[in-house]
């Protein structure tokens, strides 16, 4: 083999390479042979057929074989000798074959890649971040306690002439139709639709104030644009609805009997049950915004060139979910789809965000790579089996799945990574806590532009409760 470079550009690297005819003719013979054994043709005896019988009938597929072992062998090669970190599969580009002056058979190709950048890390000492923690007043555990139990209430039933209003439970069969036709889904028995509660259409749950049991009643409801079934969107239906029971919240008293009910032993260990879980949502928000305060300190203090086909790559992907998004956000955001076409600011926007976060990447895997940091088999299985404890009697299923899927297992791992990794890095930087109140905390946590959410009230019961059949409304 014989090369040269034709592309140092940047991170771009290109090499021609020359495979003598005497190389491609010695691994041609030598696959011959290989084959040889294994060839089985009337007339022959095995391991005697004939080169040239062979190379008849398989000399094609012999052929390529041989040259795109011997391209594979000569790229990594060169890629090897230069100490190169390509980002992706260098790109082979086959010329025409051609013969050199002693008339014998040659082949030229292309090959050009990118590098991975040299990233020069620095000391993580010298970054200051500073980390907001959330100091838990009693009034805050009061409210989630309040909050809780409102979640946990019963309801009375109601006299035969007691007329519905918001927040009460309605028990009723409901048959709905479009056009005086029935539609799949339209038709329910012995539902009940809390009103006021937003699990139901909105015109139904209206529609259901001042109505007491025996009542049948027909309730207009149009269906909202972006219904999760695509022939009901915009539709206009008509709900008939027999009610059979009217029911009233009553509100539960925090008390020793209330914590029991919920699976703690009395009021006081309630208490502390919840003062925990909330402390700990909390510690977790306020690791998000350390973790994006560091990610923009790291943007900013490592500047390098970053390869150009991962930034395509990652623009790429990114327009491709926007433009094939199933619930488009704006009229202009519908309209983009049908164009199947980015307006020019959002082409903008993408761009640099495809930079940020290749960027961001490269300097995180370096770390990792520098750090020597791994997930290590342990800590894989204890997330996975941690993740799969949600899906309730179906845990050893995701287990399978996940252990028997590659793409999948490693898709699982890369947050994991991450976290390793960012975890790594707070433990080096200078990290000034601040103690704040809840309602200063979310103050500054709902400015941030972050992918977040406010910690919701979570149920400590251990007594169960009837699930919800779906997340999307019902009908």
Known sequence: ????????????????????????????????????????????????????????????????EVLNK?????????????????????????????????????????????????????????????????????????????LIAKNQRTYKDEKDDYKSKKEDSVLLDYEGTIDGKNFDGGKAENQTIVIGSGQYLKDLEDGLVGVKKGDNKKIKVKFP????????????AVFECNIKKVSTPQESIVNDEFAKSVGTTDLKDLKSKVESQMQKEYDDLSKSLDKKNLFEKLQETHKFQLP???IETEFNNLKEKYLHSEQPVSDSHKKEIK??????????????????????????????????????GDEMNKALYEYAGNFRGQEQKVIDYYKNN?????QFQAPLYENKIVDFILSKVKLKTKELDVDSFIKIYNNVDYDLI???????????????KTTSKKK
């Open 308 to 310: 150009e086909n991962l």
């Open 70 to 146: 011997m391209i594979n062998d000569n790229v990594s090669q060169i890629i090897q000798e230069k100490d190169y970190r390509p980002v992706s599969q260098p790109k082979v580009d086959l010329k025409d074959s051609s013969k050199d002056k002693d008339k014998n058979q040659k082949q030229v190709f292309s090959v050009e890649f990118e590098l991975f950048p040299e990233i020069k890390l620095i000391d993580f000492a010298k970054i200051e971040i500073e980390s907001r923690k959330v100091k838990l007043e009693k009034k805050e555990i009061d409210k989630r306690l309040d």
């Open 406 to 410: 590659q793409d999948a297992a490693m």
């Open 339 to 376: 164009d199947n076409k980015l307006s020019s600011e959002n082409e903008k926007k993408f761009k640099e965000d495809a930079n940020s976060r290749i960027q961001l990447g490269l300097i995180l895997q370096e770390i990792g790579k520098v750090n020597s940091i791994q997930v290590t």
């Open 225 to 236: 644009e972006d219904y999760n079934q695509k022939d009901l969107q915009n539709a206009e």
């Open 1 to 64: 083999m014989s090369y040269k470079e034709t592309i140092n550009s940047g991170l771009k690297r290109g090499y021609e390479v020359t495979l003598e005819s005497e190389d491609l003719n010695k691994n041609i013979e030598t696959k011959i042979e290989e084959v040889k054994k294994t060839i089985k043709m009337d007339g022959f005896r095995p391991g005697k057929v004939p080169n040239n019988i062979i190379m008849q009938k398989h000399g094609e597929a012999i052929n390529a």
């Open 454 to 468: 406010k910690p919701k009230a979570k149920k400590t019961a251990k007594k169960k409760t009837p699930k919800k």
